[in-house]
């Protein structure tokens, strides 16, 4: 077992269970607490909180209940931005990780609610978690209009809109905006946090917004690669409704030429680093070359 | 004129052309600055700006740019509150202070995300005016699932739903949570940011508590009251949608008996500040008394 799958086996129960327990304890309504639940705890990968805890490992941070907050934290915003995503004015999904999409199972105005809930939800356990007020400005920022809302807005405005399907920096900003932004805060939150030099800062974050880029061209690829099944989603689906990405602009081929490029800068970020576990993350985009 | 008048004419400018200015140079994509902007500069009292403001004119604390960042921070999170409450899914208005609602001006992808976009900027301006994570933990315990967001579920909740249309206890905390705990965080903000004692602290919440209480009152009876044109908006619709408030619980004479009491009670809370400002916000009840 690599050390990132014995960090990986440790710490994803550790975040679940808290999770679970958090939700349920510190939301006073039992029925927004449970619709809340419904989409956290739906089978996630717990990428960004694993990204967050294995950053404060490289950088010697012992793991304890305030970094689990934080954690926690960063996996209520993007369940958030999930739900969202989801709504029939925007993606219109029926389907996420296998199962109906929370405006599906409780209803739209459920959904948006469940969503605002999450969000402001998040950046408090981030908060309380790291009493610092510059972690609240990475994440802030990060999730704002010029990190993930305005890359979601992006995406909405070029759907079918045939003038930037060819246009690879406007599709490079909108992937990196929808994605690679929470993976950057998670990541330059540790190193803001656990005191990193300047040196190791730099490295990480570099690391960050390559392992965040990968991470988008891996994602359209899956929607390509796996039947929908294995996904939990509906695949096949961006081609199918004008959406565009690197996958469209690409190909398959050069999508994946891309990608290892992308795990090669990425390692070459870490090689000065005590990046055992981190190093790890890369092996996560093997399913799809 | 009335020292809140005073205070109130020459701050409400400083916040307007802060909102104005920060909204074009903070938010990179003109686009999505611009569908902000249109809820945000729609015409707002800046009760919750001006609010928070007072507190600190109350304890002698000098207001600079910083200041005037957390306050219009309040005013970003109030906007994204009133955008999302607007929509189909949830009370589905057409007009808000005379214009078009978000939805209806830009479409229903659009205002959901501009309401996302403005909550995290909200919070981040906070964050970063006051370099404080105890701020940051008090707003974002008043909007989520405990507060603002919570308060919003139960409307939606209740409405048409007979068996809490005489529910005092269930109103009283719905109306508490919709616009009760906004208005309490603008003024604990302020204490904990001006560095109150503990006895000043225990009244200005006292006095924003009973202030929210009173608030949501006041605007019941301005739905009944005025007409839909001095409203800007479309009045006498919560009655027609099965909406339970304090109004249809209790009616209109009992409903302004119950402000009454509430002014008074806010009054006695202010006795020994140094408060000739915050006295005059409960002015602004008088034109439904």
Not at 5 to 23: A, G, R
Not at 129 to 156: C, F, H, K
């Amino acid at each position: 077992m690599s050390a990132f799958e014995y960090f990986q086996e440790n710490w994803t129960p550790v975040i679940n269970d808290f999770l679970e327990k958090l939700l349920k304890d510190e939301v006073d309504d039992h029925k927004i607490s449970q619709i809340m639940a419904y989409s956290v705890m739906a089978g996630g990968k717990r990428l960004r909180p694993l990204l967050f805890l294995s950053t404060l490992n490289t950088l010697g941070k012992k793991i304890d209940e305030s970094e689990i907050r934080i954690a926690c934290g960063i996996e209520l915003i993007h369940t958030y931005s999930l739900i969202h995503d989801d709504l029939p004015a925007m993606d219109n999904d029926d389907y996420r990780r296998g199962k109906l999409t929370s405006h599906k199972k409780w209803g739209e105005a459920e959904a948006i609610l469940a969503g605002d809930a999450l969000l402001p939800m998040g950046i408090q356990w981030i908060a309380e978690g790291s009493q610092s007020a510059e972690l609240v400005s990475i994440i802030t920022r990060a999730v704002g209009p010029n990190g993930m809302v305005g890359g979601q807005y992006l995406d909405i405005d070029s759907t079918n809109n045939s003038s930037v399907s060819n246009d690879d920096k406007f599709i490079n900003r909108m992937e990196w905006l929808k994605t690679g932004c929470l993976i950057e805060a998670s990541v330059e939150m540790a190193a803001v946090y656990a005191k990193a030099s300047d040196i190791e800062k730099v490295k990480l974050v570099d690391f960050s917004r390559v392992f965040g880029r990968a991470y988008q061209i891996y994602d359209d690829l899956v929607d390509i690669v796996e039947t929908s099944e294995e996904a939990g989603k509906a695949t096949h689906k961006d081609e199918e409704e004008g959406k565009n990405n690197t996958l469209t602009l690409l190909g398959i081929d050069k999508s994946r030429q891309k990608l290892k490029e992308l795990i090669n800068e990425a390692k070459d970020d870490l090689k000065d680093l005590n990046s055992e576990v981190l190093l790890g993350f890369l092996d996560l985009y093997k399913k799809v070359l």
